[in-house]
């Protein structure tokens, strides 16, 4: 069976401070991981990684893959209140393109 | 581009009667539209994969009777939660894809279900 595994669970940090969260995998015919950014609906799309070690960039968010040890990291810097939102990794396996989320980790960002 | 509908965005329904929730691809055809549930605090979980005009293909534990999801067309897409009950509460979102190779899912808003 497919897994997707994030943490931490869930964090809180003051503004300004640097945070790293982490998503590891095993699944069986991987193809990208993707992540993505949840407030009060529906998730709003992030990153999708298909390659090791090729860092993607927007804004203070960036992320990366090693298809080695089968992990990724999303690292915001500067955080702010707005960052404050779920942050789900989901994990494309097979022909199909099913998509496997993480539990999500829940990040609060106060003042 | 790229927007995904879903309606009603929030229903509540008395136990037993049955609830259609729609996802439609505004401005592209959808080769395949993916339906997930979220309960709360926890992550989304795919029910189903459905391609246009073919049976949808069921995750483990999902019953398809109870959940009839039907891919009509390229842009629509519907979940029908039959007989529904209190344990079916959940926040039901669909995602469409134009395109495999590409790996991009767009996710539609989202359907807050609440059955009494």
């Known amino acids: 069976e497919d897994k997707v595994v994030q943490s931490p669970l869930s964090l809180v940090v003051h503004e300004g401070d640097t945070v790293t969260l982490n998503c590891s995998y095993e699944v069986t015919n991987f193809r990208s991981l993707l992540w993505y950014k949840q407030e009060k609906k529906a998730p709003t799309f992030l990153f999708m990684l298909t390659s090791s070690g090729i860092e993607k960039k927007s804004g203070r968010l960036s992320s990366i893959l090693d298809k080695k040890e089968l992990f990724s990291i999303l690292n915001i810097t500067a955080t702010q209140t707005g960052d404050s939102a779920i942050y789900l990794c989901?994990?494309?396996?097979?022909?199909?393109?099913?998509?496997?989320f993480g539990t999500g980790t829940r990040l609060q960002v106060t003042l | 581009g790229a927007v995904v509908s879903q309606h009603p965005s929030w229903v509540i329904c008395k136990s037993g009667t049955s609830v259609k929730i729609e996802c439609r691809s505004l401005?592209?055809?959808?080769?395949?539209m993916f339906w997930y549930r979220q309960f709360p605090k926890q992550s989304l979980m795919l029910m189903a994969t459905?391609?246009?005009?073919?049976?949808?293909?069921?995750e483990q534990g999902v019953e398809k009777d109870k959940f009839l999801i039907n891919h009509a067309s390229l842009t629509l897409s519907t979940l029908t939660v039959t007989s529904a009950h209190p344990e079916d509460s959940s926040f039901y979102i669909c995602?469409?894809?134009?395109?495999?190779?590409?790996?991009?899912?767009?996710f539609g808003p989202g359907t807050r279900l609440t059955v009494l």
């Open positions: 459905s391609n246009e005009g073919s049976k949808a293909t069921y």
């Open positions: 989901a994990v494309i396996t097979g022909t199909a393109s099913k998509l496997t």
């Open positions: 401005d592209f055809q959808a080769t395949t």
């Open positions: 995602s469409a894809s134009r395109d495999r190779a590409r790996n991009e899912q767009f």
